[in-house]
């Protein structure tokens, strides 16, 4: 069911609901009413009746038959009062014309003896038993009407109340029609804007509304999604773009020398030098390939990789003989002075694989732009969270560089000299994410480039 007509039936069924309550509380308070009145003309006959049997001197039955038929006659209709004395019996009666008589049972009548008055229905008649004292007597009055005046009236109630029910459902009804064709306006015009915003048209955005409302919420959160969309998209087109390119340059390298090798017979030392540099093309090749997977790998989500808990202190006590494996001239100091005692504050969750990798790109590139190839590592421990802190005393990061170094195939002007693909910190970057942490880096104010690198506590 369209949203329209959902909310068109939620609001026609509240309002329904409303309307019958306030009918039926209209009703039976009418009906009480009408009872209510009905018991008053009965106590006000049953008084009048026993005032004249028990007050007036040398009245009879007759006399006061006659002044019942043409007293109250007129004001309700199959009337009948019976007069009974303690012994419980009947000294008066009158009945109108046509009318039924009363059945009074005698348990009835000693109840009301009790001083209790009684009051119910008999064949569409009002019913009253009231209690009367004179002197040393009592007197039990049975009094019955049909009140066929109120009950008219309540009859033409129910066809008011009838009436006006339907056509408050109906008004209802088109009134919840038109308010939610109006309160969904916004969000149909969102959708026809929704639609003409495709990959080749994120720069399109959807108009917000001047009111401060949940829609307008809606339609900023939209756009930021948008503007974030557009972002990634952006940057996953430079980032083939740049990945085509550093791809393609070793491949045409390799191929450009062997057509030319093939061209003609060589000597065995052109053969070498070709095949020697045929070999660091494809390394180049297989290392900018490695980077890429493992950007990939970063990028994903956490379902493949393997996860556990680990000690970042001896994580990073790997660094200075890995690196030594991969470059003769590189040296990593390592500074843990304030490992706690506590092992649950030195340890990390995540892979301990990724993590390494990550701060082994920035170690390498701390050594390499270092001017005697050394970096600086140090660990500084808090109550819920890691430090890793990697200092060099190279020539430092332009301050036009520093919001891009992270970037994907970015190069800062200081490093275009030394070999590499620009992937390193960006897949230092995506890893310190995944394992929820942060990375900075800044310029120190003598020389090189301090990196922070946080991570949560296990």
């Given amino acids: 069911m369209r949203i329209k007509y ?23 308070i009418s009906v009480g009413n009408q009872r209510g009145e009905s018991i008053r003309k009965l106590q006000t006959r049953s008084h009048t009746t026993i005032d004249l049997l028990t007050k007036v001197p040398g009245i009879n039955n007759k006399l006061l038959q006659d002044i019942d038929k043409k007293l109250f006659s007129h004001l309700q209709q199959q009337s009948c009062i019976i007069v009974y004395d303690s012994s419980y019996r009947e000294i008066y009666r009158y009945t109108d014309s046509g009318a039924a008589s009363v059945t009074t049972d005698i348990i009835v009548l000693r109840k009301i003896a009790k001083g209790k008055d009684y009051f119910y229905q008999e064949k569409n008649r009002d019913v009253l038993a009231l209690k009367f004292r004179d002197g040393a007597n009592d007197y039990v009055v049975v009094s019955a009407a049909a009140d066929k005046r109120g009950m008219e009236k309540l009859a033409r109630l129910r066809k008011i109340l009838s009436i006006s029910f339907a056509s408050g459902i109906i008004v209802t009804i088109f009134i919840g029609l038109l308010f939610s064709f109006n309160l969904l306006i916004p969000l149909k015009r969102m959708s026809k804007e929704m639609q003409e915003i495709n990959s080749q048209n994120l720069v399109r955005r959807i108009n917000a509304r001047k009111n401060k409302d949940e829609i307008n919420e809606l339609v900023s959160n939209f756009n930021h999604l948008l503007d974030r969309l557009q972002n990634s998209f952006e940057i996953q087109k430079k980032f083939i773009s740049n990945a085509s390119h550093e791809l393609l340059t070793p491949l045409t390298s390799v191929l450009s020398e062997l057509d030319v090798i093939l061209q003609k017979d060589r000597s065995n030392e052109d053969y070498k030098s070709v095949i020697n540099s045929v070999h660091n ?16 790998k970063a990028s994903g989500e956490s379902g493949g990789v393997e996860l556990g808990k680990f000690r970042i202190d001896e994580l990073m006590m790997r660094l200075p003989v890995e690196l030594r494996k991969m470059n003769q001239a590189y040296s990593v100091n390592l500074d843990f002075n304030n490992v706690p005692d506590d092992e649950s504050k030195v340890l ?38 890691i430090q890793i802190i990697i200092d060099d005393n190279g020539p430092g990061i332009k301050e036009e560089d520093l919001p891009f170094i992270f970037n994907p195939f970015y190069r800062g002007r200081n490093g275009l000299d030394k070999h590499g693909f620009g992937l390193g910190l960006s897949l230092a970057q995506r ?17 090189g480039v301090t990196f922070i690198v946080s991570v949560p506590v296990a």
């Fill in 348 to 385: 990390v969750f995540g892979n301990s694989g990724l993590l390494y990798s990550a701060v082994s790109n920035i170690v390498i590139n701390a050594c390499k732009y270092s001017e005697d190839h050394t970096a600086a590592v140090t660990l500084k421990f808090f109550e819920d969270q």
């Fill in 431 to 447: 890893i310190i994410k995944f394992h929820k942490g942060s990375i900075t880096a800044t310029n120190k104010t003598s020389q």
């Fill in 6 to 28: 959902q909310i068109t039936l939620l609001f026609t069924v509240l309002v329904t609901g409303i309307l019958l309550f306030l009918c039926l509380l209209v009703y039976f």
């Fill in 281 to 296: 093309d494809v390394k180049n090749l297989a290392d900018l390939t490695k980077n890429l997977l493992e950007i990939a």
